[in-house]
């Protein structure tokens, strides 16, 4: 993340993106510097997907903020979904949810996987960069001059996690009230 924001920022460019190695996950960087990532990629992903679906419940992985949940509900109106990590997870969960008649268009982990229902679930990190891009090429239409401020503007009001951390703990798979391996990632974003 640092080279795409020294990128934009030295080229003075409106937009950074940056992709994993399988375009599978994917980030960016506004105009100013400011990392469109993690809770806030799932923020700006869940604006643009409920203006086009209001009320749409949102998935995303089990260590998103509570703030992003504050956002999502309160100030986009949809309803968050948390469910257990794993890119997969997320996804087959939206699937399941639109299978018992629970409206979702968007599954998504902090990690930057992200799969939409209009793009058959394909977890597809370009195609949610071309999302973006379309709607800071709609906003510069009207504006010309706006750069990604469109894009920023929509995650506004996201409270930011405080503090991000994971520990490692060592878990003895035998012990009778565990089930699972031996070890467990633990994540926590006040």
């Known amino acids: 993340m640092e080279a795409i924001t020294q990128a934009v920022l030295n080229n ?46 949102v998935v995303t992985d089990s260590v998103t903020s509570d703030g992003l949940t504050v956002f999502i509900e309160k100030k986009l109106g949809g309803k968050h979904h948390r469910f ?48 973006l891009l379309n709607k800071l090429a709609g906003a510069r239409t009207l504006n010309p001059n706006i750069g990604s401020k469109v894009l920023t503007d929509l995650v506004e009001g996201l409270e930011e996690a405080a503090v991000t951390v994971e520990i490692r703990l060592k878990i003895d798979q035998n012990h009778a009230d565990l089930k699972g391996g031996p070890s467990v990632t633990m994540e926590n974003q006040s």
């Open 12 to 57: 003075k460019a409106d937009l950074g993106i940056i992709f994993d190695t399988d375009v599978d996950r994917s980030a960016a960087v506004d105009s100013s510097g400011r990392e469109l990532n993690r809770n806030r990629l799932i923020a700006l992903m869940s604006a643009i997907v409920l203006e086009e679906h209001p009320g749409t419940t």
């Open 84 to 131: 257990k990590r794993g890119y997969k997870n997320v996804i087959d969960e939206a699937i399941r949810l639109n299978s018992i008649g629970e409206e979702s268009h968007l599954a998504m982990e902090t990690s930057g996987h992200g799969a939409l229902k209009e793009n058959h679930w394909l977890d597809d990190g370009a195609y949610m960069m071309v999302k």
